[in-house]
């Protein structure tokens, strides 16, 4: 669906890549991130001719320069810098920062680095990317960001490159629980400001303004114990709330005559961090259908076996139709790779 509406994709590992190229992408619209690129990775996006890689090192400068000779071919590729902007929400996603592990956060560096693809013949230097973060309340941050990627493409030019895209990256925030977030629109208000006299094309990546809001988590309270509501799914479900102590909102499907109260809502995973939301005022009995909110992004795709957990269906709705397009999984399904068991 997103690939029909004339999206392009950001990928971060060889399974993405594939994953993009199966539902029809056009590979000129698909950058490869990312700080570990393998060599069989570079060779899959470089075979398949996509719009650029982002370099995050220098020592991945060689590696495809290596490969694109390897493939006797010319690779597109952007440079990926740190605008030292501190922005996002829990720690463990902001990505704009000198200190953080993405990007290259040296100016000095990067001006050497577009020196040296500009000498090579098998590297063209197409643009500049960057990604402060993600879940972003906070519209200024994108501002310092634009003027950062301006300046630096501007001494760039000056050494004699041509750049075709600047890639401002994502982190446009969502309302999971009673956040107050920018709209698209005023994100790019912002950024036509600061760059509305440049020649380079802009590239935004929405991420989790698209899908975010676009799933839901159900789940049934299967007991009810102290102040616990205890639910079926559990973290291996939704790792979010433990991994960045994320907050979702919970609604009732269900019409109850129970009085609102304050619970945590928790699952059975074998851990105190199964935790789905704390202090949550909801009425609830047991038997009741929870809907958990915002789980379309970092929702699924970060679920797991955990406990011998067999995952959820996931079911694609229109209006008033629907279908499964991916099934419930089965005991058989949870031990299907593995092997000797009985040894």
Known sequence: MINKKG?????????????????GADPKKIIFSGVGKSYEEILLGVQNNILSFNIESEAEVYRIEEIASSQNKIVDVGIRFNPEVDSGG????????????????????????????????????????????????DLESYRLTAKNIKELSINIKKIGHKLNFL????????????????????????????????????????????????????????????????ADAAMNDLLRPALYKAKHDVWNLKE??????????????????????????????????????????YG??????????????EVLVDDETFNIIRSRESFDDLIKNEMNLND
């Open 90 to 137: 829990h720690e463990y996603i902001k990505t704009g920062r000198k200190g953080d592990k993405f990007g290259i956060s040296s100016n000095d560096s990067i001006l050497e680095i577009a020196d040296y693809i500009y000498q090579s013949k098998n590297l063209n230097l197409v643009g500049l990317a960057c990604h402060i973060g993600s879940q972003i309340l």
């Open 300 to 313: 699924f795709v970060m679920s797991s076996n955990y406990n011998s957990r067999m995952r959820p269906a």
């Open 167 to 230: 890639d401002l990256g994502g982190g446009l925030g969502i309302p999971y629980e009673n956040d107050k977030t920018p709209s698209p629109e005023e994100l790019i208000s912002i950024i036509e400001e600061e760059l509305i006299d440049i020649d380079e094309m802009i590239v935004l990546e929405p991420g989790r303004s698209i899908s975010g809001n676009a799933g839901i988590l159900l789940t049934t309270v299967e007991y009810i114990k102290d102040n616990f509501l205890i």
């Open 7 to 23: 999206c392009g994709f950001d990928v971060v590992s060889g399974g993405e890549l594939r994953r993009a190229l199966h539902v």
């Open 256 to 297: 109850t005559k129970t009085i609102d109260q304050i619970w945590t809502i928790v699952g059975p995973v074998c851990e105190s961090s199964d935790v789905i939301a704390k202090e949550h005022r909801i009425n609830a009995d047991e038997g009741d259908v929870l809907a958990i909110k915002t789980a379309g992004a």
